[in-house]
């Protein structure tokens, strides 16, 4: 009779119940090798992620070399990427080195619509290996009113970076269409405006850093359910939109107003948007509708310029992911013969 087959690792006899595998000098059984899989798998993914947590610790990416990689995707708007340059490195420079006293650099990014600042932010999480949270900004409300939750900005946060609490603490989050959450009036009104300012103060705790209870699954957060813990300290928020009306009041605050011989006339149409833009300060941000705590968490402000007709040409022929060159590549498989399977 010979001798039984027993497993190296849980010393369980290896039989036709109990299939397993035998080596020169041991055995193992399928469940220990499925756990030895199981093992190895998080290991990997274990390694992973901390492979990225290394990489945003230390960055190696300078305002230079962030800039030209914003050149390999995005055409023109080069004053903006060169602000968004520094404003990036500068913010995770701020995470790595706790010896220096920088202040978080969240961006105020506007400009008409269709001129790329979803891209702008999508690329900039690409570049430095972070995840991103893509939220419309109208859809939130102040606390116990129909709507959601400012919370839920996180919740996709963490979701993107597959529930990695430390991963998602130094994300970046692009809050779209966010002029469109300024108060809606200068005075003050009698009924609550909590679709504008009212999502403003609910966002200043966020924006600011702190540690925020975001419900697992969405929704509204009620006192017996368990919520995941966050620390927005570190992570980047963008503020973007087309803010019309905001060209009024800086034109109306910039423009001359002097009489008599020898005045300098100068005419509004003769400025450009951008221009316009160049000179905005706080006080216009003010009286658009924003207020002034929020305005004070925003330090950074960039504008977008206008496409023109070259700008639009340029878009569709020139990046690594441009329509033309997508097109051009399908043609080719197109041309190739191809097998289909009926089935």
């Given at each position: 009779?010979?001798?039984?087959?027993?497993?190296?690792?849980?010393?369980?006899?290896?039989?036709?119940?109990?299939?397993?595998?035998?080596?020169?000098?041991?055995?193992?059984?399928?469940?220990?090798?499925?756990?030895?899989?199981?093992?190895?798998?998080?290991?990997?993914?274990?390694?992973?992620?901390?492979?990225?947590?290394?990489?945003?610790?230390?960055?190696?990416?300078?305002?230079?070399?962030?800039?030209?990689?914003?050149?390999?995707?995005?055409?023109?708007?080069?004053?903006?990427?060169?602000?968004?340059?520094?404003?990036?490195?500068?913010?995770?420079?701020?995470?790595?080195?706790?010896?220096?006293?920088?202040?978080?650099?969240?961006?105020?990014?506007?400009?008409?619509?269709?001129?790329?600042?979803?891209?702008?932010?999508?690329?900039?999480?690409?570049?430095?290996?972070?995840?991103?949270?893509?939220?419309?900004?109208?859809?939130?409300?102040?606390?116990?009113?129909?709507?959601?939750?400012?919370?839920?900005?996180?919740?996709?946060?963490?979701?993107?970076?597959?529930?990695?609490?430390?991963?998602?603490?130094?994300?970046?989050?692009?809050?779209d269409e966010f002029d469109k959450i300024a108060r809606k009036s200068e005075n003050q009104s009698i009924t609550r405006d909590v679709s504008g300012e009212g999502v403003q103060n609910a966002l200043l705790k966020i924006i600011e850093g702190n540690i925020v209870n975001v419900p697992p699954h969405g929704g509204r957060k009620h006192p017996y359910q368990e919520c995941i813990q966050i620390d927005t300290s570190n992570i980047l928020f963008i503020c973007g939109g087309a803010f019309e009306g905001l060209e009024k009041i800086v034109k109306d605050r910039i423009g001359k107003k002097s009489i008599g011989f020898g005045a300098e006339i100068e005419s509004s149409k003769d400025i450009s948007r951008y221009e316009i833009f160049e000179k905005l300060l706080p006080q216009d941000l003010l009286k658009f509708g924003l207020i002034p705590e929020f305005v004070g968490r925003l330090p950074v402000i960039a504008t977008l310029k206008e496409l023109d007709k070259q700008a639009l040409i340029d878009i569709v022929t020139k990046p690594k992911n441009a329509l033309i060159k997508q097109y051009q590549l399908s043609l080719i498989h197109i041309s190739e013969p191809t097998r289909l399977d009926v089935i």
């Open positions: 009779m010979s001798k039984p087959k027993i497993c190296s690792f849980c010393n369980a006899e290896i039989d036709a119940n109990n299939l397993g595998i035998e080596g020169i000098n041991a055995c193992i059984c399928f469940d220990c090798l499925d756990l030895y899989h199981q093992l190895v798998e998080l290991q990997e993914k274990e390694n992973y992620e901390k492979s990225i947590c290394e990489r945003i610790i230390n960055p190696i990416l300078s305002p230079k070399l962030i800039f030209e990689q914003l050149n390999e995707e995005i055409i023109g708007q080069t004053e903006a990427k060169k602000i968004l340059s520094v404003a990036l490195y500068l913010h995770y420079l701020r995470i790595t080195n706790k010896n220096l006293n920088i202040e978080k650099s969240n961006i105020l990014l506007y400009g008409p619509t269709g001129v790329g600042k979803t891209l702008l932010a999508k690329t900039m999480a690409k570049i430095i290996h972070v995840p991103i949270a893509i939220c419309d900004a109208t859809v939130y409300t102040q606390a116990g009113y129909v709507g959601e939750d400012v919370e839920n900005i996180l919740l996709q946060l963490i979701q993107n970076a597959d529930y990695n609490i430390e991963l998602a603490e130094k994300g970046i989050v692009f809050l």
